[in-house]
């Protein structure tokens, strides 16, 4: 089952206390990316990455960080989390964004809570 | 910078009634537009989509429409069903540095009630 699969679903975590989000996907698509969807904000690009060892900042980068090092994992790093970080997160991948065509297939979502 | 807006947080309708959500957006350099669907604790999912060089895209009961001089979309669903209750989130994507960036909305939650 093509699919995108995130751990943990749910955390609860201390601010300051590192945590990685991992995000998979199993199409071999080429473009991946991390979203935070807020109340009133809707969903904002933290990260996004075109390929292997390629990412950039997406609109809300700031105290996240991400890797891409296989082209079906792209874990999103909270190196000092803070209670502004608390959100609902999504990894979201695509075959390519080079042309506006093709949709992206979301995660089912993981809540964070920063206290 | 609020570039795509989906100005109604929430919505009902009766179901067999038509629901009509909107979205508008700033940025004319959109090209390409798409809706997604959030069922609770799921992550979205794509539904429809439309190009700019059209006007009106339909797939069954969903129907999309863009307004470029007003740089307005709207979503129709006819007939509306329960299973359509869900949060629906406009996107606009546009050309930036070799691939489409996507901008979402905030999100219209819609009611269908039985």
């Known amino acids: 089952e093509a699919q995108v699969t995130q751990n943990p679903r749910y955390l609860i975590t201390v601010t300051g206390k590192k945590l990685t989000v991992t995000c998979s996907q199993n199409?071999?698509?080429?473009?991946m990316s991390w979203y935070r969807q807020d109340p009133g904000l809707g969903l904002r690009q933290i990260y996004y990455s075109m390929n292997v060892e390629v990412t950039d900042k997406g609109d809300v980068p700031e105290g996240y960080k991400v890797s891409r090092k296989e082209k079906r994992n792209f874990p999103l790093i909270l190196e000092s989390p803070s209670p502004n970080q608390t959100s609902l997160y999504f990894c979201?991948?695509?075959?390519?964004?080079?042309?506006?065509?093709?949709?992206?297939?979301f995660g089912p979502g993981t809540r964070l809570t920063v206290t | 910078d609020q570039q795509v807006k989906q100005n109604s947080p929430s919505l009902s309708v009766q179901e067999g009634r038509i629901s009509i959500l909107n979205c508008d957006y700033t940025?004319?350099?959109?090209?390409?537009f798409l809706w997604y669907k959030k069922y609770p604790a799921e992550g979205p999912t794509f539904l429809i989509s439309?190009?700019?060089?059209?006007d009106k895209n339909e797939d069954g009961r969903f129907t999309v429409f863009l307004n470029k001089s007003a740089k307005h979309l709207s979503l129709h669903i006819v007939p509306s069903q329960p299973g359509d209750s869900a949060v629906y989130f406009c996107a606009a994507s546009a050309a930036a540095g070799g691939y489409q960036k996507v901008t979402f909305g905030t999100g219209t939650k819609l009611q269908v009630i039985p």
């Open positions: 199409m071999n698509h080429e473009y």
């Open positions: 439309i190009s700019s060089i059209k």
């Open positions: 979201a991948s695509s075959l390519y964004l080079g042309t506006p065509t093709y949709e992206q297939y």
């Open positions: 940025n004319s350099m959109f090209d390409y």
